[in-house]
């Protein structure tokens, strides 16, 4: 009687401690790693989803297969995400799972009509991932992104987010989307993708050096330029380091300039709105292009001060451009604004992106070059 008080607790035991019965073995799933959404020609949404293949991995390990692809592209159309992912789901024999996935790609006719019901899905799916990087392919469809062969990783998605990192773009996911497209001061962007063929071989690369504009219901208005991008970046407050190359009359000069830093003051004025940027950096001098010799504290201060009333009038410049072109908020000036002033902005933010074109808006540069290098002069004259 006793044997048998002590085998049936064991019994019970190794029953519960064994598994789970309803336990998703990895098998059992497709890992989506990246997602292209696009307008099809109909009107209706088509997601096409960059798919795993671990056989892949597998052969390639053991040294055959070195030309196998470890990733499929599908596609599916319907009128909803959710329609189009079950659509995927009957074109593959494992489960699908989203929560490895890394990029999402929007084609620029997608993102141009607007995208505000399609990024409903990704704030309700819990296994979304609001650090994912998101990118509109300019000139193209967000397919196109996935199919892009990189000799840096079988995923064209993981590539395109390692290369965001370095393109100081300002690496923007879903969450940094989100908080933009629900914030009244200021107006949503989205790193730009263009697909760029090689000279020897035709194939495609990724170039990634502006960003697109949206407005407040997340339609594209356009594109920023290359300089115009990383200077808005820099009034943001994002852009923590850069490359700069001013010509100025003494010649052309090229420095690195890290630390930067971005304040936004606002005044209010008999209700007339100014704004105040103030920039600042340091910077080490790369590259002289000049026969000034730099080493003579007189002649850099000049330099120094030339440079940064140059950039002061470029920024300046990029501002109102996107004031005129886009009216659109990009910088947070209306984040700053109600941060500042928050009575008057209740009667100012259901109108601000009919003030924002006119604000009065100045820039103060203040760039201070701290090495100019080994030598005073360019060594050969």
Known sequence: MRTTKRIVPAFLLIV????????????DYAFWIGSGTDLAKDGAIQVSAQIAIPSQFLKKKGGEGASGKGN????????????????????????????????IFFGENLARRGIKDIVDQYTRNSDTRLRTDIFVVQDGEGKDALEINSPFSQFSAIAAVDQDKFCRIGDV?????????????IRPVMPVIKLSPQKQNQEKIFLIDSLAVFNKDLKMAGFLGRMETMQSLWVKGILKDKYLTQSLESGRYSLYVSNLKSTI??????????????LSGKGR????????????????????????????????KTIKIV???????????????????????????????????????????????????????????
Not at 17 to 27: H, K, T, Y
Not at 79 to 92: F, G, P, R
Not at 289 to 315: P, V, Y
Not at 346 to 362: A, E, G, H, Q, Y
Request: aromatic letters at 6%.
């Open 72 to 103: 499929i592209v599908i596609s599916a159309t319907g009128k909803s995400i959710v329609e189009t992912i079950n659509k995927l789901q009957e074109k593959l024999p494992r489960r699908i799972f989203i929560g490895h996935r890394r990029a």
């Open 173 to 185: 996911a879903l969450r940094d989307f989100f908080l933009d497209a629900t914030s009244q001061g």
């Open 16 to 27: 519960i401690l064994s598994g789970c019965w309803d336990r998703n073995e990895i098998n």
């Open 285 to 316: 001098l790369l590259e002289s292009q000049s026969s000034a010799d730099l080493s003579k504290s007189e002649i850099l201060k000049d330099i120094n001060r030339k440079l940064n009333k140059k950039e002061k009038e470029k920024i300046e």
């Open 265 to 278: 003051i606002t005044h209010i004025n008999q209700d007339k709105i100014t704004v105040e940027v103030q």
């Open 323 to 381: 004031q005129e072109k886009y009216g659109q908020d990009i910088f947070g000036f209306g984040e700053a604004l109600h941060r500042e002033h928050p009575y008057q902005w209740k009667s100012l933010k259901d109108n601000w992106d009919r003030i924002f074109p006119n604000l009065r808006v100045t820039v103060h540069v203040d760039i201070q070059i701290m090495r100019v290098g080994n030598l005073g002069k360019r060594l050969i004259q």
